[in-house]
């Protein structure tokens, strides 16, 4: 039993610990902004602040998982606005 016993501990820490994270943060879009060499690099949030403050009016121009081969057109893009 005491053979079990460990390995159950550590594989319950682990799934008690583990929570969603988020891919990118506000810093990491400002620093990747500046390593870039983007002049106007405190800019680098706006898309998320518009995402949070606009929800899912706006949530799906952030980001879109088209299916593999998708041609994005113009008129797909104006269709969101």
């Not at 690099?41 to 606009?54: H, L, Q, S, T, Y």
């Not at 088209?66 to 797909?76: D, F, Q, S």
Request: glycine share 8%.
């Amino acid at each position: 039993m005491k053979r079990f016993l460990f390995p159950l501990l550590v594989c319950a820490l682990i799934f008690y610990n583990a929570v969603p994270s988020e891919g990118w943060f506000d810093e990491i879009h400002v620093a990747i902004a500046k390593v870039a060499g983007y002049s106007k690099w405190f800019n680098a949030v706006g898309p998320d602040m518009i995402k949070e403050k606009m929800g899912n009016r706006e949530g799906h121009n952030h980001f879109v998982n088209n299916p593999r081969g998708t041609v994005v057109t113009p008129e797909m893009v104006l269709a969101q606005a």
